[in-house]
């Protein structure tokens, strides 16, 4: 509708154009081609109408509703075949894949050859179509479907495109992978369906394949393949032969598996759609490990019965239903002697799940037990597990050789009951995220091969292998390598002042002391005033730096400045004149122990006030600290680039529109990156109210805690949780009160009043 | 008239009208096919109409009737063993397992050199690491991989260090079985001009550590690529890191740097030669010589007397300090020295080497510390580094340092690490995952014997989301015995159990009179274990399965504590899991004069030890101390009756590069003790601490280096003597005098 009134509008104006009349200049902007022909009407209209003679007004009338329907038949006629190309475009959407254009192969056509055992990324795939790409993200294109006959008209597959290829398609198809312009395509997806050789014609399906218009030896083409080989030998890879060609195949041997070539992937079990399994909670199971697949060797099934006889009901073993009642799917049952289970539901009562190699070493089952939450128990010597180049296997499976299926119970009971309910957790994630349908197998598989041409911006182990949970709770601090700082090149001290000039002085002259000060920076945060002249300045050892800033806000105070040269960083207020020389050079030191923490002096806490059911904010004299004002504080530079470009939300502006509590804000984002508490230093000291520096008066005192309090409840909101944490614990030098002469203690001036 | 005439004005107007619509549509048509964003007009994967009615790839039934056929499949395994050999070897093919049974069943057996023998100094080196390894024995029967006592590492038949006739040595080894449950170490194969794989001798069913690994050569699983380390390259401990601080912003003088030698003709000269191009002289500084071989200069074209005068101008050393990248092209060999000095310069490696199998890259994940360039995207590389943006260099850098430091440093890691994966491939189903192996410490210290569980280990409450437990477990060491129900250990049992974070009180008994009954102990809230110690002094730290909790406390028979004492540690103790939390402290330092660590234990400004007589830690350490550390170090101890809990501190320090933490105590740690013990008590005896002094040197000797690291806190209560009423304090009794 909105495409029909911009046409119009346009096509008013070039009315507007062709007649020049400026009456109908501001007429085009609102209205169609018919106001149009009458505003050119009108504009001649006076003169002519009332000379006009009846005789002639029925001929008029004639003509004008013959112009007027001219007009609607153009108009339809204009916009008709726009809709008219897009119905027929849409039909051809709702196509039936019937309608496919048929290709018939001469039987004499090429065959591909066998797949390359060597291939790898740098020998058999072409990187320049890929290239360097700012999103770092490969471009994956879709051949259009085509339905191959041999000479005598028979298809090359007895299913065609299958239910869960199509459904592969479309995932690839609707992702950011996908392009349409097979020239800007790195990845090429053949529409030919191979996910199971058993319904494919070997030979023929090869030679569809040589047929692709851009098959290049198969350069860049990507096969998904999930039940490989054919009896009686059951080869672990596809037998099409496939030139160079990538192969996403489930049921990979390690002798048929080109390492960092091939991507393993699971065999879709069609239950995954069909069953919905809730996800259980941790909790004791019923049985401890079930075998449940119907198609055993003779000799794992002895082995197996030989477990059941030793262990009873630890141990349930299954089997296909002789005497089904009529109606009853035999793949949605499985008996023991003449108890009937529902399958695959029977899978959640059980901690262990046994997944056997049957003639393939791929089994759907595999899916089945992970979506149940079952701990898979493998044993399937050679197997590639399904993504194992980034999925964690040891983590939501136990592996086992083959020969070692009698001890399996014994290795099954060492594993701690903890450890197996994790690992529950872990194997429902991987079904959630890498195996519950079609989409996802496709996307994990493009998202693989991505990682390995843009190697430097590959997903983590975390974001492979964490599930959203674990994802939420756990920290992973940027600043993770425990390093212990060198003692130079000292710290960088910044003060932040607004005019109180005479106190800054006292508070430069104060901070010089200290042996490890590096440089002094004061940010002027005063635009109304200059600072005073360079002469009048406290003269000091260190070099000293004066900041004038733009806009009196308090983030000013934690901009990552170029002058600040060291990793530390003491940020000050203008009135902390208490703090000894000792002090101070004993919190650097305690920073230097704990780089990636918050290290100050006055410290707060955080409680939560169950009668109003928020937070509150406290600074008594309390035995616990969550927080340390950044009034007095070490800090490691790279918090002030978080701080500036990092912080969540609104919480920047918020704290320069309340101009308040910034030091929360600083608390709250280093707790939350590093999950660790800050570390107060020394013993209480009088200060003089270092948080109230904007407010006077005794009676603004409350307010200012309501304030306070409020920007906790706040910034809890925006970061979805509360990641301060409570300790108990302050830092002393060894020697602190200690028995022990002043003069032979390194920080003997600490804590005096 | 004049109205007809009218009349066809407007007709004509009227169509010249229609007309106009008409073109102005194909206009408007026009400007919709070129205004629109040609994305919108992608053509999908069609929607097909009877898409609902299609064929399901497989049916159900197919899938679950997956039938292994015929030939059972115990015969298809050994059939298995007879196809896949050599070249295709994997573990379950080409190794015995049943040599490997048991708990201690992973036991490698060096065979002893011949007289005469000429061995490398790197060779040697890889023997030694083995023979003090804790999984050494020098009986070929109990052994389960198998080390050549020839030295294979340089197979290069032009290099003085090849030693020929190997194929018809270890033929004659009765052991060797075509190379089963062989290891074979290798830093040089093949030779000019082809460099190939071969060893020169038949390798067999063994598996190959090799340096330069090609991925077409490697059989997954089973061979394991080693780093290329030079014959100085120490033994033990090893130099750590460079990166010293986490500067911000985290880029370096030069964005990427590289030094070497361009290659004029064969092998690998490809992108050798071609690494000049990439040379700006401001942030990219890649300098190539041609100086190098006897007849260079026969081959020497345009660019080479200019690129060597540059060349000369940069110094390697410099180069390393300062980049923010390190290339790491291939030289003649895949690998190079200049992965493991950029690795350790903390300078990023560019790997341009395809086909390389990286080093332990079974175990480690390399994405995380390296960039993989292409050889054949050499000129994308520029751009590719430049986009790497700050908080990526700052995670790659610091992750070069962790795993130089786990797995590089020296000769002895680099063998373990060896050792360790393939352990891990002999017992699967007990072993470390990826996160164990990449995550601090790494792999080499945590032992999966004790558990595969993360929440075993105190490493990784943090990147898992949990925290420490809420109790702990009291060990007590005893060796006076029970007389009275004054000693000193009856008022202890009373005040540790008296702390609500106690759970359970273990006492091992040392002493020489055998335990009293049950009932001679006071009644306890928590349960109370008697453990026989067997008069080892080690017996403290064994990996008692008794433990439940993650926490330890050790304790002294003798230890005057509080309640609140032990409860204030305990929660510092949870804020610092992997450290050990103690009260009394000691110091170590070097002595320059006589060149060696000395011992104090006089009040300092620093410390570097706190006693484990009182002390919290994790008890995965227990597990460390009893299986990690070699027989020789508890036997010494154990034959001193000292020195444990210097050991330990050692361990634990070795573990995490931190201090330990030393907490507020009232007074000084075993004043009190009763006369009569201080009298009897080992510490009052002068030839004790000079027998600490000489453990401190003992086991800074194995461990290679001094990994004790100096702290100068203490954590107090929060109030700790601040002057406010003793009634707001909680942990007032520590203020008593």
Redesign the interface.
């Known amino acids: 509708m909105s495409?029909l009134w911009r046409?119009s509008e346009?096509?008013a104006a070039?009315?507007v154009r062709?007649l020049g009349g400026p009456a109908a200049k501001w007429l085009s902007r609102i209205v169609g081609?018919s106001m149009c022909?009458s505003v050119?009407y009108g504009s001649r209209g006076p003169a002519?109408i009332p000379r006009?003679?009846t005789k002639?007004r029925v001929?008029?009338i004639a003509?004008f509703s013959?112009?007027l329907l001219?007009?609607i038949a153009?108009?339809a006629?204009?916009?008709w075949?726009?809709s008219i190309e897009s119905a027929a475009e849409w039909s051809?959407?709702?196509?039936?894949?019937?309608d496919a254009p048929l290709v018939r192969l001469p039987a004499n056509s090429p065959i591909p050859e066998r797949g390359d055992l060597?291939c790898?990324m740098?020998?058999c795939f072409n990187?320049?179509s890929c290239?360097?790409n700012?999103k770092n993200r490969i471009k994956v294109y879709?051949y259009p479907?085509q339905r191959y006959v041999d000479e005598l008209g028979t298809p090359i597959s007895s299913?065609?495109?299958?239910?869960?290829?199509?459904e592969l398609?479309?995932a690839?198809?609707?992702s950011d992978f996908?392009?349409?312009d097979v020239s800007r395509a790195c990845l090429l997806v053949p529409s030919i369906?191979v996910?199971?050789q058993?319904?494919l014609r070997v030979r023929e399906t090869a030679q569809a394949l040589a047929m692709l218009p851009r098959w290049d030896r198969g350069t860049n083409h990507l096969l998904f393949n999930?039940?490989p080989g054919g009896?009686?030998d059951y080869n672990t890879a596809l037998d099409v032969p496939r030139d160079k060609a990538l192969l996403a195949g489930g049921g990979f041997s390690?002798?048929t598996?080109r390492?960092?070539y091939d991507v393993s992937i699971p065999?879709?079990?069609?239950?995954s759609a069909e069953v919905d399994l809730p996800e259980r909670p941790p909790g004791p199971r019923r049985y401890f490990i079930l075998s449940s697949?119907?198609?055993?060797?003779r000799?794992?099934r002895g082995e197996l019965e030989r477990l059941k006889e030793e262990n009873g009901e630890a141990v349930l073993l299954l089997d296909k239903c002789s005497n089904l009642s009529q109606g009853a799917?035999?793949?949605?049952k499985r008996c023991y002697k003449s108890q009937v289970f529902d399958y695959p539901q029977i899978l959640q009562e059980s901690s262990f799940c046994v997944v056997l190699?049957?003639?393939?070493l791929g089994?759907?089952?595999l899916s089945d037990v992970l979506q149940a939450g079952c701990v898979p128990v493998i044993l399937a010597?050679?197997y590639i597990l399904p993504f194992s180049e980034v999925l964690?296997w040891?983590?939501a499976s136990?592996?086992?050789?083959?020969?070692?299926l009698p001890e399996i119970y014994t290795?099954l009971k060492?594993?701690?009951h903890?450890?197996v309910e994790?690992m529950q957790r872990q194997a429902r994630w991987f079904w959630d995220a890498y195996f519950r349908s079609m989409k996802a197998i496709g996307l994990t598989t493009l998202q693989i091969i991505n990682?390995r041409i843009y190697?430097?911006a590959?997903r983590?182990?975390?974001q492979w292998?964490n599930p959203p949970?674990?994802q939420?709770?756990?920290?992973?601090?940027?600043?993770?390598?425990?390093?212990?700082?060198?003692r130079s090149p000292g710290f960088t001290a910044v003060v932040l002042t607004y005019d109180r000039v005479e106190s800054l002085f006292r508070v430069i002259t104060e901070i010089s002391k200290v042996p490890s000060l590096a440089k002094l920076l004061v940010v002027w945060n005063n635009q109304n005033k200059s600072p005073p002249e360079e002469s009048l300045w406290p003269k000091i050892n260190v070099p000293l730096k004066v900041v004038r800033t733009k806009e009196n806000k308090l983030s000013n105070r934690f901009f990552?400045y170029d002058e600040i040269e060291t990793?530390a960083v003491l940020a000050i207020d203008d009135d902390i004149i208490m703090l000894t020389s000792d002090e101070l050079q004993?919190g650097y030191?305690?920073w230097r122990?704990f780089?990636d923490r918050l290290v100050g002096y006055p410290?707060r806490l955080h409680l939560w006030d169950h009668e109003m059911g928020k937070w509150k904010y406290e600074s008594e004299?309390?035995?616990?600290?969550s927080m340390v004002l950044t009034g007095a504080a070490f800090y490691?530079?790279?918090f002030n680039?978080l701080y500036t470009y990092k912080m969540p939300g609104d919480i920047k502006n918020w704290v320069d529109a309340h101009m308040n509590c910034e030091d929360i804000a600083m608390n709250f984002l280093v707790a939350n990156i590093t999950?660790?508490?800050p570390i107060?230093?020394t013993?209480?000291k009088k200060f003089k109210c270092p948080e109230c520096t904007a407010i006077d008066g005794l009676s603004l005192d409350q307010t200012h805690m309501v304030e306070r309090s409020e920007c906790i409840n706040k910034f809890a909101s925006v970061f979805g949780t509360m990641p301060l944490?409570v300790?108990?614990?302050?830092?002393?030098?060894?020697?602190?009160?200690?028995d022990?002469p002043e003069k032979?203690?390194?920080?003997p001036n600490i804590?005096s009043? | 008239m004049q109205a007809r005439k009218k009349y066809v004005l407007l007709t004509v107007c009227a169509c010249c009208w229609l007309l106009l619509v008409y073109w102005g549509g194909i206009q408007v048509r026009l400007l919709r096919l070129l205004g629109q964003p040609r994305t919108e007009d992608v053509r999908l994967w069609p929607e097909w109409a009877d898409q609902e009615l299609l064929l399901g790839f497989a049916d159900l039934e197919e899938l679950q009737a997956d039938e292994l056929a015929g030939e059972s499949p115990q015969q298809r395994r050994q059939a298995w063993s007879g196809i896949y050999r050599d070249g295709r070897c994997r573990m379950e093919t080409c190794f015995d397992f049943s040599r490997c049974r048991g708990r201690d069943g992973f036991r490698v057996y060096v065979y002893p050199p011949e007289k005469g023998e000429r061995i490398s100094e790197s060779y040697r080196k890889i023997l030694a690491s083995i023979a003090e390894s804790r999984y050494h024995t020098s009986d070929p029967r109990e052994a389960c991989l198998f080390v050549l006592g020839i030295d294979t590492l340089d197979r290069d038949q032009l290099s003085a260090q090849y030693v020929p006739n190997v194929d018809e040595r270890i033929r004659g080894y009765p052991l060797w079985n075509d190379g089963r449950n062989h290891l074979i170490f290798n830093l040089y194969s093949g030779t000019w001009p082809n460099y190939t794989e071969d060893l020169g001798f038949r390798v067999g069913q063994a598996i190959l550590a090799k340096a330069s690994l090609n991925v077409e050569h490697f059989r997954p699983g089973f061979d394991v690529s080693i780093p290329l380390f030079s014959k100085d390259h120490p033994q033990k401990g090893g130099e750590r890191g460079w990166l010293e601080r986490n500067s911000v912003p985290p880029r370096r003088k030069y964005l990427l740097m590289f030094k070497g030698k361009r290659y004029l003709t064969g092998i690998g000269s490809d992108t050798r030669n071609a690494l000049h191009h990439i040379h700006n002289g401001k942030d990219i500084v890649s300098l190539t010589t041609c100086r190098h071989g006897k007849d260079w200069e026969k081959h020497k074209d345009g660019r080479c007397d200019h690129d060597n005068l540059e060349y000369e101008r940069y110094d390697y050393q410099e180069l390393l300090h300062n980049s923010t990248f390190c290339l790491v092209p291939r030289g003649r060999r895949l690998g190079s020295f200049r992965f493991l000095e950029s690795l350790q310069a903390a300078c990023i490696p560019v790997l341009l080497s395809n086909g390389w199998e990286l080093p332990f890259s079974d175990v480690i994940q390399w994405n995380q510390a390296v960039i993989e360039g292409d050889e054949r995207l050499l000129l994308q590389v520029p751009t590719t580094v430049h986009a790497v943006d700050d908080e990526k260099v700052l995670a790659l850098r610091q992750r070069t340092q962790l795993l130089w430091d786990a797995y590089f440093s020296s000769v002895d890691k680099i063998v373990l690490t060896t050792l360790e994966i393939i352990k891990d491939r002999v017992f699967s189903y007990v072993s470390r995952n990826k996160l164990m192996w990449n995550a601090l410490p790494g792999g080499l210290l945590v032992l999966p014997e004790y558990s595969t569980h993360l929440a075993h280990f105190p490493f990784y409450y943090l990147s898992q989301g949990m925290s420490p437990g809420q109790e702990f477990t009291a060990v007590i060491h005893a060796v006076s015995p029970l007389v009275s129900q004054s000693q000193p250990i009856m008022r202890l049992l009373q005040v540790v159990s008296k702390s609500k974070y106690c759970s359970q009180i273990i006492i091992l008994w040392n002493s020489e009179k055998p335990p009293p009954a049950r009932s001679k102990w006071p009644p306890m809230p928590v349960p109370l274990t008697v453990m026989d110690g067997r008069k080892k002094t080690t017996s403290r730290f064994l990996p008692h399965v008794a433990i439940e909790t993650e926490a330890v406390l050790s304790l002294d028979e003798d230890t005057v504590l509080l309640t609140s004492e032990v409860n204030f540690a305990f929660l510092v103790w949870r804020s610092f899991p992997e450290r050990i939390v103690g009260y009394p402290p000691r110091s170590h330092f070097w002595d320059p004069v006589k060149r060696v660590w000395g011992y104090t234990s006089k009040w300092t400004n620093e410390y570097s030890i706190v006693l484990t007589g009182a002390a919290f830690y994790h008890r995965y350490y227990h597990h460390l101390f009893s299986q990690y550390l070699p027989p020789s170090l508890r036997a010494l101890v154990d034959h001193t009756s000292n020195c444990e809990d210097i050991l330990m501190n050692f361990l634990v320090s070795s573990v995490t590069h931190l201090p330990p933490i030393k907490v507020a105590q009232r007074k000084q740690h075993k004043e009190a003790a009763s006369p009569q013990g201080a009298k009897n008590a080992p510490w009052s005896n002068p030839e004790h601490f000079t027998q600490r002094q000489e453990c401190v040197n003992a086991f800074a000797s194995w461990f290679g280096y001094m990994p004790l690291v100096h702290s100068q806190l203490r954590l107090d209560p929060v109030l700790f003597r601040d002057q406010v009423s003793v009634l707001r304090k909680k942990y007032k009794d520590l203020e008593r005098a």
Request: hydrophobic residues 35%; aromatic residues 12%; glycine residues 6%.
């Open positions: 495409a046409s346009r096509a070039a009315c062709a081609f022909a050119k002519l006009m003679k002639h001929y008029y003509l013959v112009v001219g007009l153009t108009g006629f204009q916009f075949p726009h051809v959407d709702r196509r039936s894949v019937h060597s790898r740098h020998t990187v320049y290239g360097y700012p879709i479907l299913t065609g495109l299958s239910r869960e290829y199509n398609l479309s690839i198809s609707d996908y392009t349409d369906d996910l199971n058993n319904s999930m039940l009896p009686p390690t002798w598996y390492q960092g065999v879709y079990s069609p239950l697949q119907t198609a055993l060797h000799e794992y799917v035999s793949s949605r190699r049957g003639a393939r089994q759907a089952i010597d050679s964690d040891k983590r136990v592996v086992i050789p083959e020969d070692k290795i060492g594993i701690p903890r450890q994790e990682d190697p430097y590959a983590s182990y975390e292998n949970v674990v939420w709770s756990s920290v992973n601090s940027p600043l993770f390598l425990p390093l212990i700082p060198p990552p990793e004993f030191e305690v122990e780089p410290g004299w309390t035995n616990e600290v490691h530079k790279y680039y999950g660790k508490a107060k230093v013993p209480r944490k300790v108990e614990h302050r830092a002393d030098p060894v020697l602190y009160k200690d022990f032979l203690k390194s920080f804590g009043l």
